[in-house]
């Protein structure tokens, strides 16, 4: 299942300096994005959504871009600190309210001091 | 802050046997879900369960497994035969769309090692 692709497995980015995590989507019915956080034997944390019908969504250090003409998405995290490290899950769910969440593979975000 | 809490954090089973992997969901939520990672896998759907019966399945999701919401708190997730191939990581999921819509919260998870 491809519908969401993180295409970057790792990132690594100096503390303080901004973090962009990228993310595309093929299915055209998607119209809720989500990010999660993952740290070792925790389960996935819900960070930051967005719907189809906005383009930014913005919450604390923590924005998250939509373009839908290019099925893409971005999370930016500004200024990285170093608790940011952690995978990070692009996700995406469509049409009825208890739809299921099609996530991508992740990426490892290291924040090296 | 509430949670979703899973138990056992981790469940070693003979092959063939029937094993029950239990969660609670954040109490007002109305949406319960499950999902698995296997080992260096995407996180996959399992099911969606709502109003006491099931909303979706994957097609993982077959014969051997089946889902309960036995009173008002607990929710489970039954394998009748386990199968080598289903050591995985199961996350428990819940949400109350009513209010933000989709946004799941995840329990720790079980990690289920068939043997």
């Known amino acids: 299942d491809q519908q969401v692709k993180q295409n970057s497995p790792s990132l690594s980015v100096q503390e303080g300096r901004i973090s962009i995590l990228n993310c595309d989507y093929t299915n055209s019915m998607f119209d809720y994005f989500l990010w999660y956080k993952k740290y070792p034997a925790e389960g996935p944390t819900f960070l930051i959504s967005i719907s189809s019908i906005k383009d930014k969504n913005e919450d604390g250090r923590f924005t998250v871009f939509l373009n839908k003409s290019a099925k893409h998405l971005s999370l930016h995290i500004v200024p990285s600190q170093p608790g940011d490290s952690a995978v990070y899950f692009c996700?995406?769910?469509?049409?009825?309210?208890?739809?299921?969440?099609?996530f991508g593979s992740g990426t490892r975000l290291s924040i090296r001091p | 802050e509430p949670e979703v809490t899973q138990t056992p954090s981790h469940q070693v089973t003979q092959m063939g046997q029937e094993v029950i992997l239990r969660c609670v969901p954040i109490?007002?939520?109305?949406?319960f879900y499950w999902y698995r990672q296997i080992l260096g896998q995407k996180v996959e759907f399992l099911v969606s369960f709502y109003n006491n019966e099931i909303s979706e399945k994957s097609e993982i999701f077959d014969d051997q497994f089946s889902v309960e919401r036995p009173d008002g708190s607990n929710f489970t997730l039954k394998i009748r035969s386990t199968k080598l191939e289903d050591s995985a990581m199961y996350f428990c999921a819940s949400s109350d769309s009513r209010r933000t819509k989709n946004i799941q919260y995840f329990g720790a998870g079980t990690r289920l090692s068939v043997l």
């Open positions: 996700a995406a769910s469509g049409g009825s309210s208890a739809s299921k969440i099609i």
């Open positions: 109490s007002n939520h109305l949406y």
